[in-house]
């Protein structure tokens, strides 16, 4: 099937306005942009009448090894030939392959790596990491930041999602300072109750402000200070997009988690991950969480409770 030589703009418009998303649609042609993508190649794609257009948009990195990249492609050809989804009990002979390998592009002391779907996904294990590290419940993000749209990564992101999906953002479970501001960020973290910081290296929706001289040395010190972990929302500045893997330690920091998503796949499968340091990973050594484990495996619970 030809699926975009076939395609009939005005049907494709239709049915987005009809069964997809609405307001986005429409938005779009109030705009006068009436583009739907067809054929992606490399750093191009054509619009369904077959102009080549550039796209640097990249959609925040997803595309970093262009459309389609084809070692990415003949990668999950051949894997698909051998490999599914496989049983989440057991280890893998991919996972652990892909683990050692991201490990090894991060800096030291990062130890163990757990894999979501998406970037908000992954977003929220990071949170549920540094929560069970901590014991504490509190997140402290930046004003007008996005990590997506999943639990505590809508709430932790800007007001304009967290309100239209009731999330909790209540100051005993959220707060958001402004970027670039140590002093609103030392206020936030002395109460002691926070579990984490969480941080784009550069706030892409916040209009990508570059961190000023030691903003992020410092942010990183009073989450040492403080006890709280510090997340590094990765997903667009990571992955050689600021001329080292991860933006982050080119501002001379090591965090305690990296969040990677978009170009981890190359925009050809869904999959993302969570680096971590010994202290984040703690719960994956957690006794009681492999006995139910454990006993889910044996089909009897009760017995390793
Ligand atoms: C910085 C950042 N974090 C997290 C996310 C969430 O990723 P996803 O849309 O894959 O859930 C995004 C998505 O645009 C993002 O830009």
Known sequence: MKIFEEAN????????????????????????????????????????????????????????????????????????????????????????????????ASPEGMTHVVYGSNGGEAIDLSLKCARNATGRRKIISVQNCYHGHTGLAVAAGSERFAKIFLADTTEEHNVKVPFNDLKAMEEALSKHDAACVIMETIPATYGFPLPE???????????????ALYIADE????????????????????????VTSKGFSGGIYPISAVIMNDRASQW????????????????SPMQFL
């Open 235 to 258: 997903v667009q500045t990571g992955l050689m997009r600021s001329g080292e893997m991860w933006a982050i330690t080119t501002y001379g920091v090591i965090p305690d988690m990296i």
């Open 9 to 104: 703009k005005k049907q494709v418009f239709k049915d987005s306005l009809t069964y997809w998303n609405s307001g986005k649609t429409q938005e779009w042609l109030d705009l006068g942009i009436d583009l739907i993508m067809g054929k992606r190649e490399g750093y191009y794609f054509y619009d369904l009448e077959g102009k080549k257009l550039m796209d640097v948009h990249i959609n925040g990195g997803t595309y970093s090894l262009g459309h389609r990249n084809k070692e990415v492609i003949e990668a999950l050809v051949e894997g698909t030939t051998q490999c599914d989804m496989g049983n989440h009990h057991f280890p893998s002979v991919v996972k652990a392959a892909l683990a050692k390998t991201v490990i090894e």
């Open 213 to 227: 001289d030691g903003y992020l040395p410092g942010v990183k010190a009073l989450c040492e200070k403080y006890g």
């Open 284 to 299: 994956m050594r957690c006794r009681a969480i492999l006995r139910i484990h454990k006993a889910l495996l044996m089909g």
